[in-house]
């Protein structure tokens, strides 16, 4: 039986056994998602353009392969658009358990994929209807996923336990390269003849680990206050509330999630193609740096949003970007290089550094961008649409550039410095709300009197003389 604690003050959050069960479900189902997700942009840049596209020149053939991971991408946001809804009106956990069964099914499919050589055209349009179910089940994966961090978490600690979420990016990612690695490293053609497969089937498993762990948490208490004293909860169309109530709002989370996105999008994808396209490094060793550099993101995803806690999201976010736009140039001249030290340390400063610091404190600085009612689509369709943006179509950009500037990666930091300004131009127009509780974000504070029960035993406080939302 769960139950919830109440400050003095008025704010409530999780007891710490339920918090921690929270976080841990927040971390696995993402990393389960990210997995699958960030597994497919590997395999995109050093697989796919061989098994799906084998009758295109190698240069067509990656461009393509880079084309079905944009759809992916492209998918999210109406992901977002549909699972953030749903999460807006009967709940954050059930929808959680539904994106994690989607994605795992779709990419267990992946794995069983005949080869174009097999089915012909049929391969690659199977592989993109595929890669769209992959877009929409993580577009509603991450909003839900913070939430349910981010609405029982203390004030205090709201920025760590969001980032929860985001540290399970980097977690699948360094799962899905190490095993993609591992089968990199088979004898002879076994890696591009059923090698590749393995890490996409082993989603099966990962997927039924993720909804064993969901089904034991709660919902989110502050949504289920929202729920108990809502008349017309069957009537909301929370998204459309979004769109004519918080414009504003919506436009500052997407243009604030850029940069974090780019990072993802450029160092790691596109950089680790790039990489092996120029055949200095083995595909194994680009691999396993990539996970090394997954190990530091967390790490900086870690000190970038307990340091949130402290100092205010806001700034911590607006440093990052900064850094990001020093660091362009001095991370694609890594990259030229061609040596492995210099691809190593241009992973840690491209990917780790810059990523932890612009994506670290993110789901908590969305999530306090608006109130409860519209909270899930708010920040699913923010995020979504900065990675379609800042992720989904950089790697074929990139692309494109770097033949345009005959090899140089100058046309590269130039477009990341660009997207690095449009966040940092969405953070300084903001304010922080980082040291709000999380019924103010709503409106006045609710009071204590007449708490009653849910049938999970969570502690609900009536109050229905709070307005239901308010204007961002």
Known sequence: MSTTTTTPGGAYHAPPAEMRRILFSSFLGTAVEYYDFILYATAAGIVFNQIFFSDLDPATGLFVSFGTLAIGYIARPLGGIIFGNLGDRIGRKAILIGTVLIMGIASTLIGLLPTSDQIGIWAPILLVTLRLLQGIAVGGEWGGAMLLAFENAKKESRGFASAFAYMGAPAGTIAGTLILSAMAALPGDAFLEWGWRVPFLFSAVLMMLAIFIRMRVSESRVFRELSERSEKKKARV????????????????????????????????????????????????????????????????????????????????????????????????????????????????????????????????????????????????????????????????????????????????????????????????????????????DGPAMPDEGAGQTEAGMTVIQSPSRPETTKA
Not at 294 to 307: D, E, N, P, Q, Y
Not at 355 to 365: D, E, I, M, S, V
Not at 385 to 414: D, E, K, Y
């Open 238 to 441: 929370p998204v459309a509330e979004l769109f004519r109530e918080h414009p504003r709002a919506l436009l500052t989370a997407l243009g604030a999630g850029l940069s974090g996105q780019m990072a993802q999008g450029l160092m790691g994808a596109w950089a680790i193609s790039y990489a092996v396209q120029q055949a200095v490094l083995a595909p194994t060793e680009v691999l396993n740096m990539k996970a090394l550099g997954g190990v530091a993101t967390i790490a900086m995803i870690i000190l970038a949003s307990k340091l949130s806690d402290r100092l205010g999201r806001r700034k911590i976010l607006i440093a990052g970007n900064i850094g990001a736009m020093v660091l362009a140039f001095p991370v694609m001249w890594l990259l030229e290089m061609g040596t492995t030290a210099a691809f190593l340390l241009a992973i840690f400063l491209g990917l780790s550094t810059v990523q932890g610091f612009t994506a670290g404190p993110y789901g908590a600085y969305a999530g306090e961008l608006f109130p409860t009612s519209v909270r899930y689509s708010g920040t699913s369709i923010g995020y979504q649409m900065a990675s379609t943006l800042g992720a989904g179509f950089t790697p074929m950009i990139a692309t494109v550039l770097v033949t345009a500037g005959g090899g140089s990666l100058s046309p590269v930091a130039g477009m990341w410095i660009l997207f690095s300004a449009v966040s940092l131009t969405a953070l300084i127009s903001s304010r922080d709300r980082s040291r709000q509780d999380i019924q103010d974000l």
